[in-house]
């Protein structure tokens, strides 16, 4: 992973990568953007408004977001995200840095099986 992405780690700005992951797919607004995480991490990751307002406003002050207001007549007008170029390559990045760590647990996998039989040993 390229630190000029300040992804070194997926721990570290795993919301970011989440978020851009459902946007890349599909522009998308704040609270539905939460939901779609929500239901992608089965319910692992529950994200607070303000904590995802605050994360929106900085990846898009960052350049990996941009977004327009989309008019609504029946409700509230609502800002849509999408990801940029730049918030595209940084998703790119951490799936690339995800499939190389899955390729080091699928060894670590088998050194276990192999090892300790496939069992569960304390």
């Known amino acids: 992973m390229h630190n000029n992405h300040k992804c070194c780690y997926p721990e570290r ?3 970011q990568f989440l978020i851009l992951r459902v946007v890349f797919e ?3 607004y ?3 953007i939460s939901r779609k995480i929500e239901e992608l991490s089965r319910g692992r990751h529950k994200i607070k408004s303000g904590t995802m307002y605050t994360t929106l ?3 898009e002050h960052d350049g990996l977001l941009s977004s327009n207001w989309l008019k609504n ?3 509230p007008d609502k800002r849509i995200y999408r990801a940029t170029k730049k918030g595209k390559g940084y998703l790119k ?3 690339e840095a995800i499939m190389e760590r899955k390729k080091m647990v699928d060894n670590m996998v088998k050194f276990y099986s192999k090892h300790f039989g496939g069992k569960n040993e304390r």
Do not use: F, N, Q
């Open 13 to 15: 700005r795993w919301m």
């Open 93 to 95: 990045k951490w799936l």
């Open 73 to 75: 007549k029946d409700g």
């Open 30 to 32: 704040g609270y539905e």
């Open 26 to 28: 599909e522009p998308s």
């Open 57 to 59: 406003r900085r990846m």
